[in-house]
Each structure stands twice: as structure tokens, then as C-alpha cells.
């Protein structure tokens, strides 16, 4: 049994903050981590890695000299390196003086380019390899599935089952099932297939060729619930069944769909099977803006309920060739998906509250925690790819507007002045708090 299920029913809003630290403890870490292993193997020496910033509570002096330490305000880290002035770099003039020039070459600021802009690069490269690893690891976990679509674990449904575990799947009332893994296709098929309580399966069952009585292949089943939704903040729960929108009964999942779409904001009335009890629940769809597959994002109103099948399909073993490449389209849409939505909210095509801040992001972190491990860890790899792309943001302060100083002096034979340095480095900070205290706002006040 996954014990992150329990996590509702015993403080959830101190777990929230839990499972937000330790998500974002590990981003960091990994995010640092990169700074620190590449400088060591670029030739620059690191004085200080630190998790957390503020009081030291903890910290080890390692053989080649480096300090290791944990801090008591665990919302960030850092590495010093040799002559940096402070954790977020520039150079500390009196500790550089009097240095020899190999000891300069172990300093940031003495370094060649090419080891300071590796170095640099590397955290938010580490942060994209560490999305990549884990999804690669999750889909290798979950398994692909298996063909033709065969019945795992049966789920419980307020309906006739007469499904067995291990049933292959061969028709559904009489139409054969297409023998395709094109999601369009298999979506067409499923969508012509009549809205009633249950479906004749015609199934390969040991050999046997039997037709049997079964729930609509997507029932209104919630298999997911989304992180601060309205079917979250009413209770609703993976394995929850809606038997009825406002008194009348619906059997599939696109039924609900339509009546969420169509409410137009509406409150709703839904009825909800729950392990042989029904329940009243009352809820309102909320606005999301959706990205779409040709470019752009479009506005629909939701209640946060993620739909499945009406058993658990079997699966198979995933190649690691498959996963890993999987792991890579995941990063990349991710990261596709973010710069699209930042564009489309700066033009005022989608709304800026879909931009979270901290307190949105630990209720996320809660959320996906209180539904299994594995969701926990996905939602950290997403995390961590939004933290990489952030930190290769061409804004001083950030990791991309140290690559923008070092392309300059690439470029100009000669880095940026210190009083250049120090204005842009004060307009960076300035951005990156301005834009903080906005996504904080979003959390307090937007829907």
C-alpha cells in the first residue's frame, strides 16, 4: 500500500509543506549539484555548497576542502566558489588580491570562458536530466500497453461486471476492436460506442471466444484528481464514479465533459458513487486555458476530474529506448508548453492567473503527494524541467543572464564593466522579485 494516500487524512496542510520542501530540496540540490561538479572538473574550486540559505545547522568540511552545510531556510541553495564575493557570485576583491596565477585559475573570475559558461549552464542542464531520468523511469515502471487491450486489475463500478482479469479484447457490441496504437483512431472507436450503462465484450478468455456483459469502456470515473481544482476542493477522490449531473443519470465519461463544458460556469449537482454509497456533491467548473496541439492555447471550463478506462489495461515491459526517448518529448513539450503559455499570457491572449506562485505550487506538491508516489515523483520532474527553463531566463541574477555576460565578452574580447554588472545585476533582482510578489498574488487572490 502506497502510504503518501493517507496524507488527507492526517495534517494536511503541514504535509503540504513537507512534500513541497522535499520536492523542491531535490531540484535544488540536483540544480546545484550541476554547478558544483562541473566547476570541480572545469578547474574551479568550490568553497561552499549549501542546501537552504540563512543559519547553518549542519555542516562537514570534505578532503578536498569544499564545505557541505544545511541551512535553516530550506526555499533555495548555493555554491560558493573561490573569489566569489557572496552566493549569488561577483568577485570579492580582497579575498582575489594577492592571489599567484594558478590560484586565480581556480577562481570564477579567473577562470577561462569556457569553464565559467559550462559551469553556469550546467545547473539548468541537470535540472533537465533529472526530468528526463525520471520520466524515463515512471514509463518504464508503468509499462506500455499490452496488444491487443487486455484487462488487468478490474476497478469498482456501479455496474454489471462480468469482465475477468487477463480478457483480451476483441470486439465491443459487434464492432471489431481496431487493431491500431494511433490514439486518434482508438478515440474515434470508442466515441462511436452507444452511452448506456453496460456494453456487450467480445472477449479471447483462455482460448474461449465469449461475449460478456461489461461498464462503458470510459465511464465517468475519476482516476486522477487535478491538483487545486473543484472536484479537489469538494472532496471527490481517485476511484469516485459520477452517476448524475443534475438529476440525470449519465454512463460515459464524455457525457460528463459535455455538461461541465455547457455549464458556462454554472454550479453543478452531481451525484458520486463511492465504494456502494452515493453522495451529494456540488461544485462549480472553473476556467482553465488549455494549450492545443497546433500552437496556441483555448479556454474550457473544468471541474478537474481525470478520466480512464474501466479496468486497469494490462501492460507490457517498456524498452529503455523507448522510455528514454518518451523522457525526452516529455522535457521538450514541457518546456514548449511554458514558453507558449508565458507568451500568450503577456499578450493578453490567456489569463495571467495561470501563472502560480509558491503557495500554488506547495498546494500542487500536497496534492500530487496524497495521490501515490509515483505522481509525487512525476510532479517533480516536471518541477524541476520549469526550474531549468526559469534559471536559462536572460535575466541578471539568473543563471541565462550570466550565459547573455559571458556571450557579450565572447563576443567583445572583454567582460561587462562593474558598474554595468552592478546595475544590471540590481534591474535582474528587481525583476525577479516584481515577478515573485505577482505570482503570489495569483495565488492569494485569482480563482
Not at 572538473?41 to 549549501?50: A, D
Not at 506500455?144 to 469498482?156: C, F, I, N, S
Not at 454489471?160 to 470486439?171: N, V, Y
Not at 454550479?267 to 494549450?291: A, F, I, N, Y
Amino acid at each position: 500500500m502506497d502510504p503518501t494516500t493517507f496524507i488527507p487524512q492526517f495534517g494536511g496542510a503541514l504535509w503540504t509543506v513537507i512534500f513541497f520542501v522535499v520536492a523542491l530540496s531535490v531540484i535544488i540540490a540536483v540544480h546545484e549539484y550541476g554547478h558544483y561538479i562541473v566547476g570541480k572538473k572545469s578547474g574551479i574550486f568550490p568553497e561552499v555548497f549549501s542546501l537552504g540559505f540563512g543559519p547553518v545547522i549542519w555542516s562537514r568540511v570534505d578532503r578536498d576542502g569544499t564545505k557541505w552545510q544545511l541551512a535553516a531556510i530550506p526555499f533555495g541553495g548555493y555554491v560558493k566558489f573561490r573569489g566569489d564575493a557572496n552566493a549569488s557570485g561577483g568577485v570579492d576583491e580582497e579575498a582575489v588580491e594577492g592571489l599567484s596565477k594558478d590560484e586565480m585559475r581556480s577562481t570564477m573570475s579567473g577562470a577561462p570562458l569556457w569553464a565559467r559558461t559550462a559551469t553556469v549552464a550546467a545547473g539548468p542542464l541537470f535540472n533537465f536530466a533529472l526530468s528526463i531520468m525520471i520520466f524515463t523511469g515512471v514509463i518504464m515502471f508503468r509499462g506500455e500497453l499490452a496488444e491487443p487491450l487486455t484487462v488487468g486489475d478490474l476497478r469498482p463500478l456501479p455496474v454489471q461486471q462480468e469482465l475477468q482479469t487477463g480478457d483480451r479484447i476483441l470486439a465491443i457490441e459487434g464492432s471489431q476492436l481496431p487493431d491500431s496504437d494511433d490514439r486518434a483512431v482508438m478515440g474515434a472507436y470508442f466515441d462511436a460506442l452507444p452511452h448506456q450503462p453496460t456494453l456487450d465484450y467480445t472477449v479471447d478468455r483462455d482460448g474461449q471466444q465469449v461475449t460478456v456483459a461489461g461498464p462503458y469502456t470510459y465511464p465517468p470515473l475519476a482516476t486522477q484528481i487535478a491538483p487545486r481544482s473543484a472536484a479537489g476542493d469538494a472532496g471527490l477522490r481517485a476511484g469516485d464514479v459520477i452517476t448524475a449531473v443534475d438529476g440525470e443519470e449519465i454512463y460515459a465519461f464524455e457525457q460528463l465533459k459535455e455538461r461541465v463544458e455547457g455549464s458556462e460556469g454554472a454550479t453543478l449537482q452531481l451525484t458520486v458513487w463511492r465504494d456502494g454509497t452515493l453522495l451529494d456533491k456540488e461544485m462549480t467548473p472553473r476556467r482553465v486555458d488549455e494549450p492545443q496541439p497546433g500552437g496556441g492555447f483555448q479556454t474550457f471550463y473544468r471541474i478537474g476530474i481525470v478520466g480512464g478506462v474501466a479496468f486497469e489495461p494490462a501492460t507490457e515491459a517498456t524498452g529503455i529506448g523507448s522510455a528514454l526517448g518518451s523522457g525526452f518529448t516529455q522535457v521538450g513539450r514541457i518546456i514548449e508548453g511554458s514558453l507558449s503559455g508565458l507568451w500568450h499570457m503577456a499578450t493578453g491572449a490567456i489569463s495571467t492567473c495561470n501563472l502560480s506562485g509558491p503557495i500554488g505550487i506547495a498546494e500542487t506538491s500536497g496534492d500530487m503527494a496524497s495521490q501515490g508516489t509515483t505522481n509525487f515523483i512525476w510532479f517533480i520532474a516536471v518541477l524541476s524541467t520549469a526550474v531549468g527553463l526559469l534559471n536559462l531566463f536572460p535575466v541578471p541574477v539568473l543563471d541565462g543572464g550570466h550565459l547573455v555576460f559571458f556571450a557579450y565578452e565572447a563576443v567583445s574580447g572583454r567582460p561587462p564593466s562593474d558598474r554595468a554588472l552592478k546595475v544590471l545585476m540590481s534591474i535582474g533582482l528587481t525583476v525577479v522579485l516584481s515577478l515573485m510578489v505577482f505570482a503570489l498574488s495569483n495565488d492569494l487572490f485569482c480563482p
